[in-house]
């Protein structure tokens, strides 16, 4: 059973850049795709992004598109979400999550049916 530790996660001006790590231990993310998910306060947890287990297939959601960029490095057991262009509506906690038992077919951003996850870090884009 994988678990995950999100890291990278802080204050940045609008406009700026973060990069998030999600970092997994007791297995190696071959065979899991990875999401990212945010949470904002007093709204529902939605999808970011998801990359698939092996042949880096990616689908973002409509707030990432051109923005930011989902990659998973298996060598290394860590996923990245790479955000550009921050803006303050993109507060939020960040959440990673991996899945190994859905196929890419049936994986999407709906935070449902996503098995493990971390436990979050906190973005906050303000000036």
């Known amino acids: 059973q994988v678990q995950l530790v999100e890291s990278g996660g802080g204050l940045v001006q609008p406009g700026g850049s973060l990069r998030l790590s999600c970092a997994a231990s007791?297995?190696?993310?071959?065979?899991?795709?990875i999401g990212w998910f945010r949470q904002a306060p007093g709204k529902e947890r939605e999808g970011v992004a998801i990359?698939?287990?092996?042949?880096?297939?990616?689908f973002y959601g409509d707030s990432a598109k051109g923005r930011f960029t989902i990659s998973k490095d298996n060598t290394k057991k860590t996923a990245y979400l790479q955000m550009n262009d921050l803006r303050p509506e993109d507060t939020a906690v960040y959440y990673c999550?991996?899945?190994?038992?859905?196929?890419?077919?049936?994986?999407?951003?709906?935070?449902?049916?996503?098995?493990?996850w971390g436990k979050g870090i906190l973005v906050t884009v303000s000036s």
């Open positions: 999550a991996a899945d190994d038992s859905r196929s890419w077919f049936h994986i999407n951003l709906n935070p449902a049916g996503w098995p493990y």
């Open positions: 007791g297995s190696t993310l071959d065979d899991y795709a």
């Open positions: 990359i698939s287990a092996r042949d880096n297939s990616r």
